[in-house]
């Protein structure tokens, strides 16, 4: 069974910075697409970061090129999110998402689309004070 568990999140002014760990077992680590979303209250679940754990690749959303940093270590089956320059409209719930696509697992972290990962985990609160 695919386990996701989200750990960083909290309170933040608005320049600072977040970590978010994402803890993943029952599955292949090194063969999978494992991604960041987010929502905000009344918004649409949206990709922030992906990456595809076989070869590197990683997608951004243009609101957090520059700012977000995503990794992975695929010797503690962990994905992290580093959050830098945080403002207001980051603040949202941050879900760690992954599917496994094979070797179409760089196309779907470079597009990083909530549509294309079907292992959710329970979300993490951040939120940017101004």
């Known amino acids: 069974e695919v386990q996701l568990v989200e750990s960083g999140g909290g309170l933040v002014q608005a320049g600072g910075s977040l970590r978010l760990s994402c803890a993943t077992s029952?599955?292949?680590?090194?063969?999978?697409?494992i991604g960041w979303f987010r929502q905000a209250p009344g918004k649409e679940r949206e990709g922030v970061a992906c990456?595809?754990?076989?070869?590197?690749?990683?997608g951004y959303a243009d609101s957090v090129k520059d700012r977000f940093t995503i990794s992975s270590d695929n010797a503690k089956n962990t994905v992290y999110l580093q959050m830098d320059s945080l403002i207001p409209e980051d603040t949202a719930v941050y879900y760690c998402?992954?599917?496994?696509?094979?070797?179409?697992?760089?196309?779907?972290?470079?597009?990083?689309?909530?549509?294309?990962?079907?292992?959710w985990g329970q979300g993490t609160q951040v939120t940017v004070s101004p």
């Open positions: 998402a992954a599917d496994y696509h094979y070797s179409d697992s760089p196309t779907i972290a470079r597009t990083c689309l909530p549509i294309d990962f079907r292992s």
């Open positions: 990456i595809s754990t076989s070869d590197g690749t990683t």
């Open positions: 029952g599955f292949t680590f090194d063969d999978y697409a």
